[in-house]
């Protein structure tokens, strides 16, 4: 029998007058009640926003307490009939008689071209010409075409919602709540295209965007797609030798950006980054009316820059025509230029309808930067499924946030983690009201359980859907939805559209071990910049068959792949983006060709009991730190020039408590430094901030006399982390 006594719900920090009144009731629900009929009721009538988030906790773990521990954590909301039947997914599901959401997805993958063909028709995409056929595969999943003969712009497709109804409504500096109109974004949007048109500019030319993520800024994205300009995406906060490098790599020919950015009451400097950068003639955008007196002669200001022409005729191009470069590090130190075509935007807008539900007039908030995947996303996901964007102009870490998305109204709130964490720590999203909040998304990082509830119950416990994906993807490869129990930092289920399987070392299906992905996918990345994509992500990576022949007993890999005998492994999988006349050969075929190749991403995940899905980190050297990633290489060669270092390596561990990666640095350092571990740390993490990026934060230092090698003389990572955390773990 569950057991609580009143000590300890008064040592959560209830009043001792509270806690006897509720006692009685709490008890008889644990008692008389399913585990998750009794949550429900604690959540309904006792779990308040404004209870300590202890209370939460002790209630959730009590209630759970007898829970199988193979299907831990145990789901925190549970969607009602009626929640289900509101969701765009049942809608789809009715239209294609499916009863089961994870027929639903087994659908979207053995009939690709279908499914991008509905949700295409359903979003109401433009096009100039239409497509004659969805997808062409006759190169492969490796380069798949998709809308094949299309022309379009995929802004036009941003701009179908009343022009009177609001298309962003932000907050700057602590001031009133202002809104811009669909019709007032597009006047701004094809003033901006008009202007590009005016300076010189044409069509296929890189133009970079270095600037916090406001109304201007969502304005001068579709701007310069419209007007058949390439977006180069570029963080404000990174310094400027980086974005020196992103500027080279992309030969950008223009850069907007601002003079200063707003944070906290503090100013601080962008355009002078950008001169430092050697950046090409630039837009500057600020609010002293006197700015273009400081400027290079070669620079403009936004208003001297701005056309005053609010008609423009938007650029039809091919749907394989470059639209945005964002970058993602690799593991050589040089980030990867990872160009977004006129069909990722698909992507993005399709999640967001699918799986975070987005419905016309619902209010989207999501803390980014177009510099970050997040911020592209947002705006595509958001307008395309005729929606308003939410923009808050200052930091998200403070009180200011949240009573901006409670005057706001948001329906669906985007976070990373580390920001959840913050929350948590610093109380300050106490006793908001965020009851308009239909959904949470998380992405970036690892979630930890604890967190993640304590978010879930700021809106009086809505879901969270975990979203993993990444730049190359153009969304998610993981996720959830609103149609299957949430439980806490946990994901349910593979993105509607793709699918993955999980090989272990010996390239066999486990349950724990490296996600490939079974493409194609709209969204799926076919070209980088300055790498070979081949290599990248398809060079050396098992096919299906050798994988499904390594799992498999002999009798099923003599069968056809489509057979009802196989297991249902490997179906959906096997099926997906395959002609007819190779499901109907044997797995183990020669004639089953490379359409068959897994495309390598680097996440390890690991499917639970239930068959959710759990983040475990990446495998490669690449890291998520504050939801941007960086590779090990690009730190070390930083660090590596520090006075006394001699060598450093890199790598993100979570801490004993769980929860997002954290920066540790091993170090091979000088004698007479090795006794000064403080200071020379504090000396590391000056070099980060001022040549990479502030954000990124040092956790921990170790010093070490060598750093473990291979006999090919790489840097044994793995054996780190490992080291790392058994310290850790016997120092706690």
């Not at 929860?659 to 740390?681: E, H, N």
Request: net charge negative.
């Amino acid at each position: 029998m569950k057991q609580l006594s009143l000590e300890q719900i008064v040592n959560c920090g209830v009043e001792r007058e509270t806690a006897i009144a509720i006692l009685p009731q709490v008890e008889r629900w644990l008692a008389a009640l399913p585990a998750m009929e009794c949550w429900q009721q604690l959540t309904r009538h006792i779990l308040k926003p404004d209870c300590p988030i202890a209370l939460h906790e002790l209630l959730y773990e009590t209630t759970f307490s007898d829970w199988d521990a193979s299907q831990k954590p145990a789901p925190a909301w549970f969607p009602s009939q009626e929640e289900i039947e509101s969701t765009n997914i049942a809608a789809l599901m009715h239209q294609l008689q499916i009863a089961s959401y994870r027929e639903f997805h087994a659908w979207s993958v053995q009939n690709r071209d279908r499914f991008w063909e509905m949700t295409i028709q359903r979003l109401g995409i433009r096009f100039r010409q239409k497509y004659t056929q969805i997808v062409d595969l006759s190169r492969g999943v490796e380069f798949p075409q998709w809308l094949v003969n299309a022309r379009f712009n995929i802004v036009e497709s941003c701009f179908q919602a009343p022009e009177d109804s609001p298309a962003i409504v932000f907050q700057q500096d602590g001031g009133l709540l202002s809104t811009m109109t669909y019709g007032e974004l597009h006047a701004l949007t094809n003033r901006v295209a008009n202007g590009l048109v005016d300076w010189g500019f044409r069509p296929g030319d890189a133009i970079a965007i270095a600037m916090p993520m406001t109304a201007e800024s969502v304005a001068i994205y579709l701007g310069i797609i419209k007007a058949g300009c390439v977006v180069v995406s570029i963080a404000d906060s990174f310094a400027a030798n980086e974005i020196a490098i992103r500027l080279r790599i992309t030969q950008a020919k223009a850069i907007f950006t601002k003079d200063y950015i707003q944070r906290a009451s503090k100013q601080l400097p962008l355009y002078s980054k950008i001169v430092d950068a050697d950046a090409p003639k630039a837009v500057v955008l600020s609010l002293d009316t006197s700015v273009s007196g400081t400027l290079r002669s070669s620079d403009l200001a936004w208003q001297e820059f701005l056309s005053s022409n609010e008609r423009f005729d938007a650029v039809a191009t091919a749907p394989e025509a470059y639209t945005n470069i964002l970058f993602s590090s690799g593991t050589t130190g040089e980030p990867k230029a990872i160009p977004w075509t006129q069909t990722t935007p698909l992507k993005c807008a399709v999640d967001g309808h699918l799986h975070q539900d987005i419905h016309p007039g619902d209010v989207v908030a999501w803390s980014t930067n177009l510099g970050w995947m997040m911020g592209p996303w947002l705006i595509y996901a958001s307008l395309i499924n005729q929606a308003t964007i939410a923009l808050y102009y200052d930091a998200p870490t403070e009180r200011g946030f949240g009573q901006f998305i409670q005057a706001a109204r948001v329906n669906m709130l985007g976070v990373v983690p580390s920001l959840v964490s913050i929350w948590k720590t610093t109380v300050c999203m106490q006793g908001l009201d965020w009851s308009a909040i239909k959904a949470f998304s998380s992405t970036g990082e690892c979630s930890n359980p604890q967190d993640m509830l304590f978010l879930m119950s700021l809106a009086g416990y809505k879901p969270i859907i975990e979203y993993c994906g990444g730049t190359e993807i153009g969304g998610a490869y993981i996720t959830g939805t609103l149609v299957q129990p949430a439980a806490p930092a946990t994901f349910t289920t593979p993105a509607l559209g793709l699918d993955f399987i999980i090989l272990d070392a010996g390239d066999r299906p486990t349950n724990k071990g490296e996600l490939f992905i079974i493409p194609p996918s709209i969204g799926l990345s076919t070209t980088l910049l300055n790498k070979d994509h081949h290599h990248v992500y398809f060079a050396d990576t098992p096919s299906l068959p050798s994988a499904v022949r390594a799992g498999l007993p002999d009798q099923f890999v003599n069968q056809p792949i489509n057979s009802p005998e196989n297991p249902p492994l490997l179906p959906s999988a096997v099926r997906a983006g395959l002609p007819d006349q190779f499901v109907n050969q044997p797995i183990n075929s020669p004639e089953n060709p490379p359409l068959l190749s897994l495309r390598r991403h680097g996440d390890w995940i690991e499917c639970l009991p239930n068959g959710y899905y759990r983040a475990c980190g990446r495998v490669d050297d690449t890291m998520n730190l504050g939801g941007i990633k960086v590779s090990a290489a690009e730190i070390e060669q930083v660090l590596n020039y520090v006075s006394g270092i001699y060598q450093t390596a890199a790598i993100a561990a979570s801490p004993p408590e769980g929860g997002p990666s954290q920066l540790v640095i091993f170090a091979v350092v000088a004698p007479d430094r090795q006794q000064d571990k403080a200071t020379l740390k504090t000396q590391l993490q000056k070099a980060i901030a001022s040549q990479l990026n502030p954000l990124f934060k040092i956790y921990d230092l170790a010093i070490v006399d060598a750093l473990p090698r291979t006999a090919s003389n790489k840097v044994m990572r793995r054996a780190l982390r490992d080291r790392w955390q058994s310290l850790i773990s016997a120092a706690t």
